[in-house]
């Protein structure tokens, strides 16, 4: 833990950590050291870790990296959190993030975006880590911290991980409690661990996951010993390749990449069959409906009154006036377009047009997996990303669709509830990392992190 905080001081420019902790960190480390010494050591004792800024930790600043939350410490910690401390890890302190994370580059953080610690060959570019847990991926890529937690709505554990060369998992939905995760998309949202090898994700995600009576959503099913799963032993299981994946003016070293991770199951004695998820191409338009629409409904209570920022009135200002200044000047520009998106397609006279159609595109989407699972395949290999980590500042005269359209491998996974991993898998001609995704069946954490192990 000493070691870690010393390396977070030296790291400032990366700006992955918003707030450090280290009073709670040494006490909880001194904690561990005793559990050790007693010969009572669970999973996660001692180990550093970074909380995403998006859980809400007790007495410690919780942001969700957003200027309407200034000021909020929570009287209470979220499950995960609480989870993990039980476990013995030590909390280093908050990590930057795209605000309510909402975002694939880091860059619409109230803090400031984190930096990638990779840089082109030759080139001192800073990059983006990724979105929205950029500086989850950015402190583990730079060993900042042993392991982060992240959270997943539409890609933002499995995208910046492949931007860092890490490995992010986002569970199946209902795995992992979202109790005290400040809500952005409720249907879609699952936290979970970004580490740095499918180990530590197994041994991770072990001590996060569970039943919580605090979520109604979260479900009542054991958990799997998910590092014992860890076998590398892949024969004759079906990999899926589903070729809607394969994008129209997709690079080449994706391509190659795609290509490289089939050779690698295939040696390791799986079975590749191609296959089709016809729904594929709706499924970011039908996330950009349906993931704004729950955030306008989850944002309503920023309203200037129980917590965090409040606007200061004018002496004919009321009630109305106290949550539009409040609202206006606290939200950034990307949540307040997601807001109005989200209003927009949940209002009478356009509701059955965008977010019914959208809901019913979902369950197409659902069950385009549920029929390749049934047929026997195991689990998905795709690529994780459309490109390599771009240049920060790079979408600044793009339009918000261009960014939205790094997320076009990630959301289906959260459309569908599955389980969804990334794993490096090589880097690219100017020497960045690349990552592939495996997806996988609904509650099969274990099996597809066994998976993921080949590719390691
Ligand atoms: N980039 C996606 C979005 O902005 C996903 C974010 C996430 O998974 N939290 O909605």
Wanted: hydrophobic fraction near 40%; include cysteine; glycine fraction near 10%.
């Amino acid at each position: 833990a000493m070691s870690c905080l010393t390396a977070i001081d030296a790291s400032d420019p990366l700006n992955a950590f918003v707030h450090k902790t280290p009073e709670i960190a040494l006490e909880q480390a001194r904690a561990a050291d005793a559990r050790i010494a007693s010969g009572d050591a669970p999973a996660m004792c001692g180990i550093p870790l970074g909380i995403k800024d998006l859980f809400c930790t007790k007495g410690v600043p919780s942001q969700a990296a957003s200027n309407i939350l200034e000021g909020f410490k929570p009287e209470y910690e979220s499950t995960v959190t609480t989870k993990l401390f039980d476990a013995g890890a030590v909390m280093l302190g908050k990590l930057n993030m795209d605000e309510f994370a909402m975002g694939s580059s880091n860059e619409s953080s109230c803090y400031g975006n984190a930096v990638n610690p990779w840089r082109r060959e030759g080139s001192d570019v800073a990059l983006t880590p990724g979105g929205s847990s950029g500086g989850s991926a950015a402190a583990v890529a730079a060993d900042l911290c042993l392991a982060a937690t992240g959270t997943d709505t539409g890609g933002s554990i499995r995208q910046p991980a492949a931007f860092t060369g890490i490995v992010g998992i986002k569970p199946t939905y209902g795995r992992v409690s979202r109790w005290g995760v400040v809500a952005f998309a409720s249907s879609l949202d699952q936290a979970g661990p970004m580490t740095k090898s499918v180990r530590d994700a197994a041994i991770m995600l072990g001590a996060m996951s569970g039943h919580d009576a605090k979520d109604s959503t979260s479900a009542d099913m054991a958990v799997p010993d998910f590092e014992a799963a860890l076998t590398g032993d892949i024969k004759g299981k079906v990999i899926g390749i589903p070729k809607e994946y394969r994008m129209e003016g997709m690079p080449a070293e994706i391509g190659a990449l795609w290509d490289r991770g089939i050779e690698m199951m295939r040696d390791a004695g799986a079975v590749i069959r191609d296959i089709s998820l016809p729904h594929t191409k709706y499924a970011l338009p039908a996330y950009y409906v349906i993931a704004p629409a729950e955030a306008s409904s989850n944002l309503a209570r920023y309203d200037g009154v129980k917590y965090g920022h409040r606007a200061k009135l004018g002496p004919a200002d009321g009630i109305t006036e106290l949550y539009e200044k409040t609202r206006a000047e606290g939200f950034g520009p990307e949540v307040q377009r997601r807001i109005m998106v989200g209003t927009y397609v949940l209002s009478a006279g356009f509701y059955d047009a965008y977010y019914n159609r959208a809901r019913k595109v979902r369950a197409l989407i659902k069950r385009d997996f549920e029929a390749v699972f049934a047929d026997g395949v195991e689990a998905i290999l795709t690529p994780a990303t459309p490109s390599s980590a771009f240049g920060l500042g790079d979408m600044a005269t793009a339009s918000p669709v261009e960014m939205y359209l790094n997320d076009v491998f990630t959301v289906t996974v959260n459309l569908a509830g599955l389980p969804g991993v990334s794993v490096p898998v090589g880097l690219d001609a100017q020497g960045l990392p690349l990552g592939l995704q495996l997806i996988g069946r609904p509650w099969d954490e274990a099996g597809l992190l066994n998976h993921a192990y080949v590719l390691e």
